[in-house]
């Protein structure tokens, strides 16, 4: 016999599940769907569609338009707004990090896109040599000079690379990316890539390569790894993809299943 609560505990399961799967194909549909669409997308029967997009209004996680159309409503929108995931970043890449640092013998750091937009490097792990990375925690860093900070813009919204590259792009090391319609194309190549990577660029001698943590589709940061261009060179980045790829898998798996 089941325990006590055990079937109602099944049920409240199965509606959030449910009302995650509407509030995915809410966010799908974009410009906005009918109850219809969203019950096909979402695989359920319109009636049970139409009676969780109901509670969901109500709590402003959906909205609907006067043509009826359901869309992602302001309650869900500040959420996004505010959601800071550096902790859950955090803690999804213990382990990670140490472990790419020991197979690269370089630094491995974090990058975590937070609420306002920004990128901030939030951890770091170094490598065995004395000569390597100064510690980059929380300090700022030009985004057109970083493999992080292009990766991070690769993955952008057009508008604010294009405001991005409307600025002069101040030369920090002698390898700068300076031309606007040079950096485009870096970034295009970075995001059909997956990867971005950068020698001499933010500064003299550094070199770094950087891969996206990509959850639904979605950039929420970036594992790196920096050291001297003379020990990583572009054999030895290469080298790194594989490590790079699995290390973001298992931080993504991670912050997918709640950081667990």
């Given amino acids: 016999m089941a325990p006590t609560g055990a079937g109602s505990a099944s049920r409240e399961n199965q509606s959030v599940r449910k009302a995650a799967a509407l509030l995915r194909a809410a966010a799908g549909h974009g410009s906005g769907a ?3 669409a969203l019950a096909r997308t979402a ?4 009636a049970t569609a139409l009676r969780m997009i109901e509670s ?3 709590e402003r996680l959906l909205a609907r338009l006067p043509d009826d159309r359901i869309v992602i409503g302001p309650g869900l929108h500040r959420l996004a707004r505010t ?3 550096s902790e859950l970043l955090i803690h999804a890449s213990r382990g990670v990090l140490e472990r790419l640092s020991e197979q690269t013998s370089e630094s491995a750091t974090l990058t975590v896109v937070m609420p306002d937009g920004s ?11 004395m000569l390597g990375l100064t510690n980059w925690v929380g300090r700022p860093f030009p985004l057109h000079a970083s493999s992080s900070g292009k990766l991070f813009l690769a993955y952008a919204d057009p508008a604010r690379v294009e405001a991005l590259v409307g600025r002069p792009l101040e030369p920090v090391a002698t390898r700068t990316i300076t031309d606007p319609d040079v950096l485009r194309a870096d970034l295009a190549q970075a995001r059909a890539a997956g990867w971005s ?3 001499d660029e933010i500064e003299d ?3 770094s390569i950087s891969m996206g943590i990509l959850v639904d589709g979605e950039l929420v940061g970036t594992l790196n790894i920096s050291g001297p261009s003379a020990r990583l060179t572009p054999a030895a980045r290469t080298a790194a993809l594989p490590l790079l790829r699995s290390a973001c898998d298992t931080v993504a798996a991670r912050v997918g299943a709640g950081g667990g």
């Fill in 34 to 36: 009918t109850v219809s």
């Fill in 43 to 46: 695989e359920l029967p319109r």
């Fill in 56 to 58: 969901l209004i109500a």
């Fill in 83 to 85: 959601a800071d995931l």
């Fill in 119 to 129: 990128l901030s490097l939030v951890r770091q792990v170094d490598g065995p040599y």
């Fill in 197 to 199: 990577q950068i020698e």
């Fill in 205 to 207: 001698g550094l070199a």
